[in-house]
């Protein structure tokens, strides 16, 4: 018998995440309780432009304490499909539209307590849009080769999770 949720009660509903504790029934007959946040579906995009170079943003990331370089990402809205999410974020947050976007994969960010999964695309053939930051956001777009955005991953200055994945799922195709 798997494991199945078995009854869920809301502690928390914010603008982004809502926590729940959920009570599961293990395959062993157990019941326990376990804290979850609930999180929307997110898109991840690695922007490469036509020489080859990717567009990286760094903003400060409040629960790290620090800034961050990352692939852009972001929410996927109640209605909206993750390819036409990924095209809203990239114009959001780097001012470019993709002429074609290629899925890369997909994973949870955080499975051990948050829903969240994430989906990321290749987004290539770029072309200018606007830069539309959210009003809580302040992003600096920075632009790699991939054997810079690797090199930074392997000293640690790339710490964050969907970029480390993005970047190796792009370098394993880009290299096959």
């Known amino acids: 018998m798997p494991a199945e949720i078995k009854g869920r009660s809301q502690v928390y509903a914010g603008k982004v995440v ?13 019941t326990v309780q376990q804290e979850v946040i609930v999180h929307r579906p997110s898109v991840g995009m690695l922007p490469v432009d036509d020489q080859g170079m990717l567009l990286l ?22 209605g909206e499909d993750a390819e036409s999410a990924a095209q809203r974020e990239l114009q959001e947050e780097v001012g470019m539209r993709a002429g074609r976007m290629r899925r890369l ?12 999964y994430m989906t990321v695309f290749l987004a290539e053939d770029l072309s200018a849009g606007t830069l539309e930051p959210d009003e809580d956001e302040l992003i600096e777009v920075e ?34």
Do not use: N
Request: proline share 5%; net charge negative.
């Open 18 to 30: 809502t926590l729940e504790l959920q009570a599961v029934q293990l395959a062993d007959g157990r």
């Open 57 to 78: 943003v760094r903003q400060f990331r409040s629960p790290a304490a620090t800034d961050l370089l990352e692939i852009p990402a972001g929410s996927v809205d109640p």
């Open 105 to 116: 994969g997909g994973f949870y960010l955080a499975p051990g307590y948050c829903s969240e």
């Open 143 to 176: 632009r790699l080769s991939l054997d810079e955005a690797l090199a930074q991953i392997e000293s640690g200055r790339i710490q964050d999770v969907k970029s480390v994945a993005a970047l190796l799922l792009y370098a394993r195709g880009h290299h096959a």
